[in-house]
């Protein structure tokens, strides 16, 4: 992404990661909160490549001081009333109000990138690993969930596992539409997934 361009610092908060002891400068990694200048951090990751688990890394301009960062919310992977993530709303900005960047590491499936600008983000879409357009997978994702959710409504869970219900959404997701960004959610697919997950725990309890 051309990051050792940047003139910025890196905000790091509700981090996990593995490798970090038994190098110099390794106990900071240990924490879930820092804050790096650009050359610090870059210097640390291109040394050890570590892996990050969970974290939000948010880069700032340099201008600003840590004191000045510290002073707003930390970014975070908190929920709102109905269990949602800011990370599943259809347009993604990044949380610190100071950050022109934000990369997030989730549970070391998924590293979403967003910007208030689209040009740092161009060199990821040539990546040879797979990328995706993190804001309209959440539209489909939340228009997914919707079908699913009048589903419970009109037909219940039938025979489904109390994990299959609790896992519903993702199910259904990886079934369907995972990695096919082109593939347009379809209603009458969704019911008769669901329909086969309503069933198939009961032949299985019978089995």
């Known amino acids: 992404m051309g990051a050792e361009n ?22 900071r990694w240990a924490g879930e909160t820092m804050f790096l200048s650009n050359r610090d951090f870059l ?20 201008p600003y001081t840590q004191e000045q960062v510290l002073s707003f919310p930390l970014p975070a992977f908190s929920e709102d009333e109905n269990g949602e993530t800011c990370y599943l709303s259809d347009e993604l900005r990044p949380q610190h109000p100071l950050a022109f960047l934000e990369i997030m590491s989730e549970d070391s499936t998924s590293v979403t990138v967003i910007a208030r600008d689209i040009e740092p983000l161009r060199p990821l879409f040539r990546l040879m690993e797979w990328t995706e357009d993190a804001e309209s997978n959440n539209r489909r994702f939340r228009q997914l969930r919707q079908i699913a959710d009048r589903l419970v409504g009109e037909w219940g ?20 539409y995972h990695h096919r960004p082109e593939k347009a959610v379809c209603e009458d697919e969704v019911r ?14 019978h089995a």
């Open 6 to 27: 940047w003139d910025c610092s890196w905000l790091i908060t509700e981090l996990e990661c593995y490798d970090h002891c038994g190098w110099e400068g390794s106990e």
């Open 43 to 62: 210097h640390d990751v291109e040394l050890r490549d570590m892996q990050f688990v969970w974290g939000i890394l948010s880069a700032i301009p340099a």
């Open 157 to 176: 869970y039938g025979s489904m596992t109390p994990w299959m219900r609790a896992n519903l959404y993702f199910n259904l997701w990886q079934s369907l």
């Open 192 to 205: 008769k997934l669901y329909r086969t997950y309503m069933e198939s725990e009961k032949e299985s309890n």
